[in-house]
Nanobody, 128 residues
Framework: QVQLVESGGGLVQAGGSLRLSCAAS????????MGWFRQAPGKEREFVAV????????KYADSVKGRFTTSRDNAKNTVYLQMNRLKPEDTAVYYC?????????????????????WGQGTQVTVSS
C-alpha cells in the first residue's frame, strides 16, 4: 500500500511559477514510476508528466513540455513538479499517482488507469 500526499498548490499570476510536492509512504518508493495528472472543472483527468523509478526517464504532455519539470528524491520519498511560465489554462486540481511500471515505448504511463495509487489532489489556480 502506498499513500500519497500532494502539497504546494495555490493561486499564482500568469507567467509565475509553483512547485508541487508529493510525499509517499512506504519503503519501496523507488520501485514506482510517479505520474502527475490534472483535472479542470468539467473536463476529464489528463496526463501531465511521469518519471521513472530511479528518475532517469521522464515524459511530458505536449501542453506542458518546456515549462514543467518533474523530479524525485528517493531518499525523501518525494516527487516534485516544477511549473514555470504558468498559464490560465493550467488551472486544475493536480494529482500525483504511482504505478509499478514505466514503459518508454507506449502511452501506458499517460493513462490514468495504469496507476494503482493516487493522492487527494492540490488546487492550482492561475489568474490572467
Amino acid at each position: 500500500q502506498v499513500q500519497l500526499v500532494e502539497s504546494g498548490g495555490g493561486l499564482v499570476q500568469a507567467g509565475g511559477s509553483l512547485r508541487l510536492s508529493c510525499a509517499a509512504s512506504g519503503r519501496t518508493f523507488s520501485s514506482y514510476a510517479m505520474g502527475w495528472f490534472r483535472q479542470a472543472p468539467g473536463k476529464e483527468r489528463e496526463f501531465v508528466a511521469v518519471i521513472s523509478g530511479i528518475g532517469l526517464l521522464t515524459k511530458y504532455a505536449d501542453s506542458v513540455k518546456g515549462r514543467f519539470t518533474t523530479s524525485r528524491d528517493n531518499a525523501k520519498n518525494t516527487v516534485y513538479l516544477q511549473m514555470n511560465r504558468l498559464k490560465p489554462e493550467d488551472t486544475a486540481v493536480y494529482y500525483c499517482a504511482a504505478t509499478r511500471s514505466y514503459n518508454a515505448n507506449t502511452n501506458y504511463n499517460a493513462e490514468a488507469r495504469s496507476y494503482d495509487y493516487w493522492g487527494q489532489g492540490t488546487q492550482v489556480t492561475v489568474s490572467s
